[in-house]
T-cell receptor, first 114, second 117 residues
Framework: KNQVEQSPQSLIILEGKNCTLQ??????????LRWYKQDTGRGPVSLTI?????NTKSNGRYTATLDADTKQSSLHITASQLSDSASYIC?????????????FGGGTRVLVKP | GAVVSQHPSWVICKSGTSVKIECRSL??????MFWYRQFPKQSLMLMAT?????????EQGVEKDKFLINHASLTLSTLTVTSAHPEDSSFYIC?????????????FGPGTRLTVL
């Protein structure tokens, strides 16, 4: 069964500090892996998307890494801001998923405090 | 990036009534759209896949007669929650797939908060 596990479930960090979120997956083979940011009461917004051949992708203060051998990905947030408070969801797209279904992680809820 | 809108953004209704939620792709055509439901502090759960011009494909456990999906055009899919009950209260999110069958880039709408009294 395809699974995506994220850790930690939640974390609190001080404004200006860095943090790293983890994503382990069993989906194989896969087309791409994405990280989304979801603000409370809003839909997910794409931060990064990586194919299996890529091992890093940046979007401003967000940097995602991918290790296809160990089936792990991470999202690093640099110099956190209050607006970074949100849920971050790791999503894997199986290579030949019936109906193009995505596999979602449970998300990590990040709270940035001043 | 591609923009997906939903309407309404929130709705409150009485138990037993029906509610229609619209999902539109604003600057691209989407032959396939997806409907998700999200409960508090949980991730998105796929309810159904909406295919333009054909019947929707529902996930196991999702009642097709309760959650009616119509994908009448390449830019619009609607989800109608029929005879809504308090347990249907949730955050409903749609997404639209960009590109062809082998391309799986999905863009999400902003979501619709449904509260059934």
């Amino acid at each position: 069964k395809n699974q995506v596990e994220q850790s930690p479930q939640s974390l609190i960090i001080l404004e200006g500090k860095n943090c790293t979120l983890q994503c382990n997956y069993t989906v194989s083979p896969f087309s791409n892996l994405r990280w989304y940011k979801q603000d409370t009461g809003r839909g997910p917004v794409s931060l990064t998307i990586m194919t299996f051949s890529e091992n890093t992708k940046s979007n401003g203060r967000y940097t995602a890494t991918l290790d296809a051998d160990t089936k792990q990905s991470s999202l690093h947030i640099t110099a956190s801001q209050l607006s970074d408070s949100a849920s971050y969801i790791c999503v894997v797209s199986p290579l030949k998923a019936a109906g193009n279904k995505l596999t979602f992680g449970g998300g990590t809820r990040v709270l940035v405090k001043p | 990036g591609a923009v997906v809108s939903q309407h309404p953004s929130w709705v409150i209704c009485k138990s037993g009534t029906s509610v229609k939620i619209e999902c539109r792709s604003l600057d691209f055509q989407a032959t396939t759209m997806f409907w998700y439901r999200q409960f508090p502090k949980q991730s998105l759960m796929l309810m159904a896949t909406s295919n333009e011009g054909s019947k929707a494909t529902y996930e196991q456990g999702v009642e097709k007669d309760k959650f009616l999906i119509n994908h009448a055009s390449l830019t619009l899919s609607t989800l109608t929650v029929t005879s809504a009950h308090p347990e249907d209260s949730s955050f409903y999110i749609c997404s639209a797939r960009v590109g062809g069958r082998n391309h799986n880039e999905q863009f999400f709408g902003p979501g619709t908060r449904l509260t059934v009294l």
